[in-house]
């Protein structure tokens, strides 16, 4: 059981970010098909279980970083939706100066580095970030989210080691849901329970119901206060589904309708909306008021979006590096 209790507040909560991670990833996929955001968009919609029982458990000073399915990520640590809108816009007022876009997404006021493109590549540098706490002397964590399709890559082995060697305060999260980009788990490994991988290095690892937000907020509390003991890392996998494809472009012709109706029986926001009703917890008013809230909050966000200007062109030559005068050749 959870050493942070799970109330009535933790049910509203859960309720009311996972329900603008949903509304505002459905307006993201219409705007992409006015192309209105350009460039590739991977949508979060199923997966929302999986980081609203960890911001239950977490601090704003622990970090996160993912890959770039990574608009809901930002939004459950604090960014703003305007400023997540108007990124992947690629307008100024982004939270990545409109640089980033939808697989980039950057926030470090709010303990968010990314977003990141290459696949795996974000794993050995949450790793990084979590030896930068421990060398502070801090007890904050971080957690690196990975896709199933990740795991494959020699990084993971490399930095598993390293964390458990070092002990590192980072939670390693595989996000399953079943088919990385398009091919199922079944086809790419000898090794189906991919919570296994992080066992020969001595890291506790256990597999989770990620369309449960009571089990992850269970098990990432567990793995957040081994790390924050000085314990080292988990490695956590959670069991998601994503009901859109890989992709904007994905056809998804690699899964039946019948399966993805069947995981829509299980979505987590009206798993947790009856909960709240069968607990008396709020009454159909508050949810009016909720749904009413989030969709002036995304509409607010497009209309953020639409009316920031672009970045000037001499937006090329800042943020690259750290030396103000960097002497760039511009003819």
């Known amino acids: 059981m959870s050493s942070i209790e799970i109330t009535k507040d933790t049910y ?24 209105k955001i350009r460039g590739f968009c991977h949508l979060y919609i199923g997966q929302e279980a999986v980081l609203a029982g960890a911001m239950s458990v977490i601090r704003h000073e622990d970090s996160l970083i993912t890959a770039y399915r990574d608009h809901a990520h930002a939004l459950a640590k604090g960014t703003s939706p305007n400023a997540v ?13 409109g640089k980033g876009g939808s697989m980039h997404m950057f926030d470090k ?9 290459i696949v795996g590549g974000q794993v050995p540098m949450g790793a990084g970030i979590a030896f930068a706490e421990k060398y502070k002397g801090t007890d904050n964590v971080n957690i690196a989210y990975m896709g199933d399709g990740a795991v494959r890559q020699g990084a993971l082995t490399e930095t598993f080691n390293m964390a458990a060697l070092w002990k590192l305060p980072v939670i390693f999260v595989c996000e399953n849901n079943g088919y990385a980009m398009g091919t199922s788990v079944e086809r790419t490994t000898i090794q189906t329970d991919i919570y296994k991988l992080g066992l020969p290095y001595g890291i506790p690892s256990s597999p989770v119901d990620g369309m449960d937000p009571v089990a992850v907020h269970n098990a990432m509390d567990e793995a957040v206060s081994r790390a924050r003991r000085g314990e080292g890392p988990t490695f956590l996998e959670m069991r998601t589904y994503r009901f859109k494809g890989h992709s904007m472009s994905d056809p998804q012709k690699y899964r039946t ?28 008013k508050w949810f009016e008021e909720i749904e009413a809230k989030i969709k002036a909050q995304v509409e607010e966000s497009v209309k953020f979006a639409e009316e920031s200007p672009w970045p000037d062109a001499s937006e090329l030559y800042t943020d690259v590096y750290v030396q103000t005068d960097y002497p760039y050749i511009r003819d």
């Not at 009311?16 to 990833?25: A, G, I, T, V």
């Not at 809108?85 to 100066?97: F, H, L, N, Q, W």
């Not at 309708?257 to 987590?268: A, F, G, I, R």
Request: aromatic letters at 12%; hydrophobic letters at 25%; charged letters at 30%.
């Open 109 to 117: 006021e709010n303990h968010f580095y990314g977003g990141h493109g």
């Open 12 to 35: 509203l909560m859960w309720y009311e970010s996972m329900l603008l991670m949903r509304k505002f990833e459905e307006k993201t996929g219409q705007l992409y098909g006015q192309q």
């Open 85 to 97: 809108m108007a990124e992947m816009y690629g307008k100024v007022t982004g939270c990545s100066k």
């Open 257 to 284: 309708k019948e399966e993805l109706e069947s995981y829509k029986t299980k979505d987590p926001i009206e798993t947790v909306k009856l909960t709240i009703q069968k607990e008396g917890y709020a009454d159909d």
